[in-house]
């Protein structure tokens, strides 16, 4: 039984395509599909979803730590040539108390539940990326800064909430809880030019009716970064920087 258990303990990243976080299996190397047909939805419905790497058995970090989630939570990944993709399966045993609104851009979060994806892509535990959604895909995004100083009256959290990416969502509300489906562009992404690449991630829920707050890579208020808890998306390859261009035509007269 102890050789059993070493031998799974030591399993390297891809041995399995279900990542605990409770259980620390924090190193993921999601699936590389070059071309995929995805819809962006809400319906995960694709056969490529069925061998996406799953972010599982995420635990509370507010109010209680390190408790078992309320509701469970599961996260579908996997990256293609020119986006990375998610689709979030938040379960919940009272899908007629889930606070989804209709909301513009970056204001869903104060009021519903949501869901936090957070890329570290230069994997150096100070900056990343971070994409909110609402149970309907409504998008709030930013940039997640360790040491940010927001000030008296600001967010709770160290992000500057000014940047807007280009990026796709869509979800949708079920009987067993909600569905979104996210598609984010390597346009929309700094990240070194490298032929394989580690990125640090991390994925949050909000429960808003309990005041739940989970997360997949366990979270302690007694550790001052938040970055330095994530975990890390391995062996991304053939990955691409992207440069965006904007053409804006101008008459004077």
């Given at each position: ?22 259980e ?18 809400g ?73 936090r ?8 535990q ?19 800064i ?42 929309s ?18 429960v ?16 001052s ?20 261009r ?8």
């Amino acid at each position: 039984m102890i050789e059993i258990l070493a031998a799974l303990t030591l399993a390297a990243p891809g041995d399995s395509t279900v990542f605990e976080g409770a259980e620390g299996e924090l190193r993921v190397r999601p699936p590389r599909v070059a071309a995929p047909e995805v819809t962006v939805d809400g319906t995960l419905d694709e056969d490529v979803w069925s061998s996406a790497a799953v972010l599982s058995d995420f635990t509370q970090y507010q109010p209680t730590e390190g408790i078992p989630a309320s509701e469970p939570t599961d996260v579908l990944v996997f990256y293609g040539d020119e986006a990375l993709y998610f689709g979030i399966r938040a379960h919940d045993s009272r899908p007629e108390e889930i606070r989804s609104s209709v909301a513009e851009r970056d204001e869903s979060i104060f009021g519903d539940d949501w869901v936090r994806l957070m890329l570290d892509t230069y994997n150096r535990q100070q900056q990343a990326y971070i994409f909110y959604v609402n149970p309907r895909g409504i998008q709030t995004d930013g940039l997640w800064i360790e040491g940010l100083n927001r000030g008296r009256g600001g967010p709770s959290v160290p992000v500057d909430f000014n940047p807007d990416f280009i990026w796709q969502s869509d979800g949708q509300v079920t009987d067993s809880g909600w569905v979104v489906e996210v598609r984010i562009p390597y346009v929309s992404l700094r990240f070194p030019e490298s032929d394989v690449q580690n990125w640090g991630i991390n994925v949050a829920r909000e429960v808003r009716r309990l005041g739940y707050k989970q997360s997949w890579a366990p979270l302690s208020e007694s550790i001052s970064s938040t970055l330095e808890q994530e975990g890390t998306l391995v062996g991304l390859r053939d990955v691409e920087p992207r440069r965006l261009r904007e053409v804006t035509p101008v008459v004077t007269g």
